[in-house]
């Protein structure tokens, strides 16, 4: 019997190869040790934590975990709503095992999470499901007027006591002020792209050369 037919995994998803990991968390680490250090993060503190006395070193206060991965479809072991669907679309049938380049376009940072937005192209949208950002309005109720893969990220770590699915949420609310016409407030130029801030401890790298990830389509089952 076909492990398809005995149960779903706990996602599907783009998985990145092991050496690119290795890069992006690099990346990562380079710009959360350089963000903590300037004056304009030091000044808006009290909006990224409670105990704004104390410094704070970002590579020690996100902690990351297991393989870099951007989700498209989390199915619980088949119990989320659409999971089986989703396991049938042909698309995933077709693309699974296939290997991909994701396009890692940003970097943010909140209080509660680090990630990488995704840029998916149009061959990657169809592994993309319909109601991904629907599922998000009761966090973040703009997320209904999003395109699709707006919500589309890697997790690269996550504040004590958060879970992951957060990272999705903080994109979509950072996305959803840029629709409304805020353009955050432009910081700094940094080598690797412009900083800009968008207020309650939200900051995000538009990075000048996007970074290109090679990732399998595959699933975990945890
Ligand atoms: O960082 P992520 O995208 O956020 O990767 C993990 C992965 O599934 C395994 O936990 C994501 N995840 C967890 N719960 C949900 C959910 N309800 N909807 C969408 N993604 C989820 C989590």
């Not at 077709?94 to 943010?108: D, K, N, P, R, W």
Request: hydrophobic share 40%; net charge negative.
């Amino acid at each position: 019997v076909p492990l398809e037919e005995t149960s779903l995994p706990l996602f599907f998803g783009w998985f990145l190869l092991p050496g690119i990991q290795d890069k992006v968390r690099c990346t990562s680490m380079d710009f959360l040790k350089t963000l903590d250090t300037l004056e304009a993060f030091k000044k808006h503190l009290p909006d990224f934590t409670v105990d704004a006395e104390k410094e704070v070193d970002l590579e020690q206060y996100f902690q990351t975990n297991g393989a870099l991965h951007c989700t498209t479809k989390f199915c619980d072991y088949g119990k989320a709503e659409g999971a089986k669907e989703y396991a049938d679309k042909p698309a995933v049938k077709e693309l699974y095992g296939s290997a991909f380049e994701l396009s890692l376009s940003a970097l943010f940072v909140t209080p509660r999470t680090v990630g990488a937005r995704v840029s998916l192209s149009e061959d990657q949208l169809t592994l993309w499901p319909a109601d991904a950002e629907k599922e998000a309005v009761s966090v973040v109720p703009a997320a209904a007027t999003l395109p699709a893969g707006s919500r589309a990220h890697v997790t690269l770590g996550c504040a004590e006591g958060v879970e992951p699915q957060q990272t999705g949420f903080d994109l979509l609310e950072i996305l959803a002020l840029q629709q409304e016409g805020q353009e955050g407030e432009l910081v700094e130029e940094m080598e690797l792209g412009s900083l800009a801030y968008y207020g309650k401890g939200r900051w995000l790298l538009s990075l000048r050369e996007p970074v290109s990830a090679q990732a399998c389509f595959s699933s975990l089952y945890g």
